[in-house]
């Protein structure tokens, strides 16, 4: 605590200095509005930042969706109707992916359809892993805390470097294997295990965040339960099955939303890292967005709009789908 | 780290020594946990360090394979009569015996060398499968100075952009969050819920997803290739707002209502009693805000396309790209970018995991 004292107490002798001068205006609109208005001069400035970059984009997406050229002003684009949707689900066979118009959206598509239920399945398994672990009696727990943590704070770009530089054709890892009499593999190049490192990558920097929420769930959970458990002589098994997990369930479903929605947003790692290549072995849907709509000249803002809408909608259900199942369960 | 460990792992100690399996008797799942943690130490750690360790290898031990774990360098000496510095080689001679020689140059399988304390004896040509170079541990200090120093380096100008970024967003994001909480949590008016149902409500819209139409009213305001365009739409955090009320929501009302019975302003209140006793708070606020602006990436890519405007995570990214990928330097540069967190994270973990342990914000 005394940290946040010396922060509070910086920052206000930092504060007070503007803050004197700022004081009597302040005092002044008061008198000019009214007591009763003063609530919405402290709302504004973060209802209209909301307003400009939240909601009002949405609303400009749908009409980007719904307009064609690559002209970025509203204005200067004209009305095509529902051609961007149509040319995005335009498909002779919903299986091949080059039968499509857009073939790289399905390939994008069916990389995320494999990659976030993987990801997601190998995030949480480790990360519950790590936090039971974490959780019985050991030493030095803030240490493997930390440990496990720690790449959460790292950037995507740092991460994704970091690796690179380990897989690349000359390193550590092949020198590893090298030496131990195998034959070094050019990882990034092939498309499954660029994808396999896709996944690896991604759980290796992101499993620390996870790993604290299941701690602090377990550590939520009351010890006496065990040791009523112990008294019956349950096996540990039978304990994590019948006190633990159910216990768990309600923080259990929040790193599955969580965990969910930033895996299908998944794109600074695996940018940076394999480019969303071989080919298109790990190019997922944000960076199919980013593509179409920036890297690729000429910039189609309207079908990375429509793309970028069908992917909310998706999320928006999966979201309700999980409270309404999370709300009927806690209920029942 | 581990002083911070340590008072946090007293408990544990004293949990070890008094509890059911502590009493000498090592449990099979006391190994199983502690493998399995020693194995998440090499699996977290080891990558960090070897990158840091490559770091201070020269570009030409970053050319080896396999690479050796510590940075080592050929050692150099000059030779009178010959330009610059050649490196060292033990020789094995004809006869058996083992002598430092000078590598002038390598042709084919042969190298032509010479005796560096009798120059005058002429060149000498060796098989070099004969000759080891002479290595010593050398930490290549000068990948960084030259990254540092180096004139017309762009670095600092991408430190600025970056520091520029995350202090000028997180100071907004503090004021801006912490006023719209104060009026969620201390007035009740027409609209009060509205308004929070209408901020907290965007935690369900994906920055990915708006994309291009925050881009667009980024264009609109002139702030493509401006940092203001990468701070602006990042400020109005729904989860900051959500977490300053819920802790406003604990201050005590008649600390308003004494104030107002002062004459205080509202902005009184507000500057010199509700921010002061929100502290804990907006230091959690803050770390994040520091930590998410720092490591953005998808919409400075977007919004920022001009190399001065770069930040250090676009500038990194973008060394990937050029022609001849310097290692030695992006190595460099990947350290120094991630060494400010690990610095942020080694002081303030506990304020970090506990945020994220009961808001799930990041």
């Known amino acids: ?332 | 780290m581990a002083d911070l460990s340590l008072a946090s792992s007293t408990g544990g100690v004293r949990n070890m020594l008094l509890g059911r399996r502590g009493r000498g008797r090592l449990h099979i799942s006391d190994v199983l946990t502690y493998g399995y943690l020693l194995l998440g130490v090499l699996v977290m750690f080891a990558p960090v360090i070897w990158v840091v360790l490559s770091s201070f290898k020269t570009s030409a031990a970053l050319q080896e394979f396999p690479p050796t774990l510590l940075p080592y360098s050929t050692e150099q000496v000059v030779v009178e009569g010959y330009e610059g510095t050649l490196p060292l080689f033990d020789v094995i001679t004809e006869s058996g015996d083992v002598v430092q020689l000078a590598q002038i140059r390598r042709v084919g399988l042969n190298a032509q060398m010479v005796d560096p304390t009798d120059p005058e004896a002429g060149r000498i040509v060796v098989p070099v499968a004969n000759a080891t170079p002479v290595r010593e541990i050398h930490f290549a200090v000068e990948n960084y100075v030259q990254l540092l120093a180096s004139s017309g380096s762009e670095i600092w100008r991408f430190v600025f952009n970056s520091l520029f970024i995350t202090v000028a967003a997180t100071i907004i994001t503090l004021i801006m969050n912490s006023m719209a909480a104060f009026a969620l949590s201390k007035y009740r008016f027409r609209g009060d819920s509205l308004a929070l149902v209408a901020i907290l409500s965007t935690l369900m819209i994906p920055a990915t997803v708006v994309l291009v139409p925050t881009y667009l009213i980024v264009a609109q305001l002139g702030l493509v290739n401006n940092l203001w365009g990468v701070i602006l739409p990042t400020v109005a955090t729904p989860t900051g707002v959500f977490l300053l009320r819920q802790y406003m929501l604990t201050i005590p009302d008649e600390l308003i209502e004494a104030a107002r019975m002062d004459h205080a302003s509202e902005w009184r209140i507000f500057w010199r009693i509700i921010l002061p006793l929100s502290s804990p708070a907006l230091a959690v606020v803050a770390i994040f805000s520091i930590l998410s602006r720092w490591n953005d990436f998808l919409l400075p890519l977007v919004v920022l396309n001009r190399r001065e405007v770069f930040t250090l995570q676009l500038a990194l990214a973008s060394y990937q790209d050029e022609n001849v990928v310097r290692y030695e330097q992006l190595l460099a540069m990947t350290t120094l970018t991630a060494l400010p967190l690990a610095f942020a994270f080694i002081f303030l973990q506990r304020y970090i995991t506990s945020g994220i342990a009961s808001t799930g914000i990041k």
């Open chain 1, 1 to 332: 605590m005394s940290a946040s004292l010396r922060i509070a107490r910086a920052t206000g002798a930092v504060a007070s200095l503007p803050a004197r001068a700022i004081e009597p205006l302040m005092a002044g609109l008061q008198k000019a509005i009214g007591i009763k208005k003063m609530p919405w001069f402290f709302l504004l400035p973060n209802l209209l930042a909301v307003i400009l970059f939240s909601l009002l984009p949405v609303f400009v997406n749908i009409f980007y969706s719904f307009t064609g050229s690559d002209r970025l002003y509203p204005s200067q684009r004209p009305f095509i109707g529902t051609y961007n949707y149509e040319t995005l689900l335009d498909c002779g066979n919903y299986l091949d992916p080059s039968t499509c118009s857009r073939d790289l959206f399905w390939r994008a598509l069916g990389n995320s359809l494999v990659f976030v239920p993987t990801q997601v399945a190998a995030m949480i398994g480790i990360a519950l892993l790590t936090a039971i672990c974490l959780n019985g009696n050991i030493r030095g727990r803030g240490f493997f805390r930390g440990v496990f943590f720690f790449p959460v704070m790292l950037s995507p770009v740092v991460v994704a470097l970091t690796w690179q530089w380990i897989l690349q054709r000359t390193g550590v890892l092949n020198g590893i294997l090298t030496n131990l009499g195998f034959e070094p593999v050019n990882w990034l190049v092939y498309a499954n295990s660029a994808f396999f490192w896709s996944v690896f990558v991604t759980v290796w920097a992101h499993m620390g965040f996870y790993t604290i929420i299941l701690l602090a769930g377990l550590q939520a959970i009351p010890r006496d339960v065990y040791e009523a458990a112990k008294m019956d002589s349950a096996s540990h098994w039978r304990a994590f099955t019948r006190i633990t997990l159910p216990l768990l369930k309600p923080v259990l479903l929040v790193v599955f939303i969580l965990a969910v929605i930033r895996s299908v947003q998944t794109f600074d790692e695996l940018y940076v890292l394999t480019g969303g290549g071989p080919g298109s072995a790990t190019l997922l849907m944000v960076q199919y967005i980013y593509e179409i709509g920036f890297a690729v000249q000429p910039r189609n803002f309207g079908l990375a709009a429509a793309a970028s809408l069908l992917l909310g909608i998706v999320l928006l259900i999966f979201t309700l789908v999980q409270l309404r199942i999370s709300r009927g369960s806690s209920n029942g």
